[in-house]
């Protein structure tokens, strides 16, 4: 007898999803090869969200997925209530895998008296139980300091890359950023397509009116060239279709829309298919539905980025190697 009990036990990884974005869910899970967690939701008359997991969690790892698309409040608030649950239920850990992070574009204070908005949810997911999240493209990279577990900041643009170098002559090809905020990323996207000119719209925005946005002129080496405008979310449309405006305006040859988030508010299908270019490239990091979707549209998957990324979160491994080492 030594009084002690030993016990071997195995990691397990568990995948659970929310209601706003099966199809995504069922693909991430395609991917790692494994089922769902059956999980009940349903909403109470008076808009409460009920939610429940159909078997035990108890020790696993837990990887929470819910994008958080329209309406956000509702799918951000269904988050939260299955952190919570999973917690309660004894996991070992908690990832929120929020592949569109919500509010993430208010991540600063523009006027007096206004809330840190993307600060509040990461808070509100620390507060749940949460012990990491993982993103693709936050709106900016420092909303990693926002929530103070780790976060892993997962790109688009290795898929989105290998797509659009399919689609144009690298040789005459400008990137182009929709305002001058965005040259960073720009930069990164001209230097993996072979090291072109950069350009980007000269935008301005009235801050006591959401979704408007007006591009006042380009900067830079655009006649005659392809443009690829790639910006990280299409809300309204409001900014993609007036920088596509000044691009053709000034003398593109042609452009290629591409973003990460197609949030696609309305509007946004409607200025998309008559705005001119020659094709809106996003990814399905938000549901896309069918009466969203137009000719010129394409939608790629960012399943296999997400899988990868659980796949190494729960190994141990390296989820900056998935990006070159530059994640
Ligand atoms: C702004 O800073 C963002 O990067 C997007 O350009 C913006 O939120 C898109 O919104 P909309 O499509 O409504 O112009």
């Not at 720009?186 to 719209?201: S, Y």
Request: net charge negative.
């Amino acid at each position: 007898m030594t009084g002690l009990i030993t016990v071997d036990t195995e990691k397990r990884l568990v995948l659970v999803s929310g209601r706003a974005h099966p199809e995504l869910a069922d693909d991430v899970a395609a991917q790692l090869g494994i089922q769902l967690v059956p999980t009940s939701a349903y909403d109470f008359a008076n808009g409460e969200i009920y939610t429940r997991f159909g078997e035990s969690v108890r020790g696993s790892d837990a990887f929470v997925l819910q994008s958080h698309a329209s309406p956000i409040n509702k799918w951000i608030m269904e988050h939260l209530l299955m952190v919570d649950a999973l917690r309660r239920a004894s996991v070992k850990t908690i990832t929120v895998v929020a592949p569109f992070l919500g509010y993430a574009r208010q991540d600063k204070k523009h006027r007096g008296r206004e809330p840190i908005s993307a600060r509040l949810v990461c808070d509100l997911f620390a507060t749940a139980g949460a012990d990491r999240i993982v993103s693709v493209d936050l709106h900016t990279s420092q909303i990693q300091g926002f929530f103070s577990g780790p976060v892993d900041h997962l790109w688009a643009q290795p898929i989105l890359v290998e797509y659009v170098r399919t689609r144009v002559d690298v040789a005459n090809t400008t990137v182009v950023s929709p305002d001058a905020g965005r040259i960073r990323v720009a930069e990164q996207w001209a230097a993996k397509l072979g090291g072109g000119p950069l350009a980007f719209v000269h935008k301005t925005r009235d801050m006591r009116s959401p979704n408007k946005a007006v591009a006042n002129r380009v900067v830079g080496d655009v006649e005659g060239r392809t443009c690829v405008l790639v910006d990280d979310m299409i809300d309204t449309g409001g900014t993609i279709v007036e920088a596509v405006r000044v691009l053709l305006a000034a003398g593109a040859k042609d452009v290629i829309v591409v973003a990460t988030h197609g949030v696609l508010s309305d509007p946004a299908t409607e200025r998309l298919a008559g705005c001119g270019a020659r094709e809106v490239v996003i990814t399905d990091t938000l549901p896309i539905p069918d009466e969203h979707r137009f000719d010129s549209l394409t939608v790629l998957s960012i399943a296999p980025t997400l899988a990868r990324a659980i796949r190494e979160v729960f190994d141990d491994g390296s989820v900056t190697s998935l990006f070159d080492g530059n994640a």
